[in-house]
Nanobody, 124 residues
Framework: QVQLVASGGGLVPAGGSLRLSCAVS????????MGWFRQSPGKEREFVAT????????YYADSVKDRFAISTDNAKNTVYLQMNSLKPEDTAVYYC?????????????????WGQGTQVTVSS
């Protein structure tokens, strides 16, 4: 089993920064990809970023490219999402997720394990 615990959300003014963390426990696999998704009220859960377990390969949604950075700390079994230049439209519940291989890396279908979500609110 794999457990994911997301943290680091909060209220921040537009233009500010936050760093989300996702602590991974239980069994991990070298072919894991770790993703961040977000969901706003009335909208579907959408892809934000993903990284392979070694940290060498990353992909981002166009809406966050050049503002967000995903990274891993394998010694701590933790995945981070550094969010800079935040905008009100970034307001959402952010979820971390884990899945094996690169199958559907930008879709929720590609992930088998999910954290509980952490709220990010960006005020205008």
């Amino acid at each position: 089993q794999v457990q994911l615990v997301a943290s680091g959300g909060g209220l921040v003014p537009a233009g500010g920064s936050l760093r989300l963390s996702c602590a991974v426990s239980g069994r991990t696999f070298s072919d894991f990809k770790m993703g961040w998704f977000r969901q706003s009220p009335g909208k579907e859960r959408e892809f934000v970023a993903t990284i392979n377990w070694s940290g060498r390969i990353t992909y981002y949604a166009d809406s966050v490219k050049d503002r967000f950075a995903i990274s891993t700390d394998n010694a701590k079994n933790t995945v981070y999402l550094q969010m800079n230049s935040l905008k009100p439209e970034d307001t959402a519940v952010y979820y971390c997720a884990a899945g094996r291989g690169w199958f559907a890396y930008s879709s929720t279908r590609g992930y088998d394990y999910w954290g509980q979500g952490t709220q990010v609110t960006v005020s205008s």
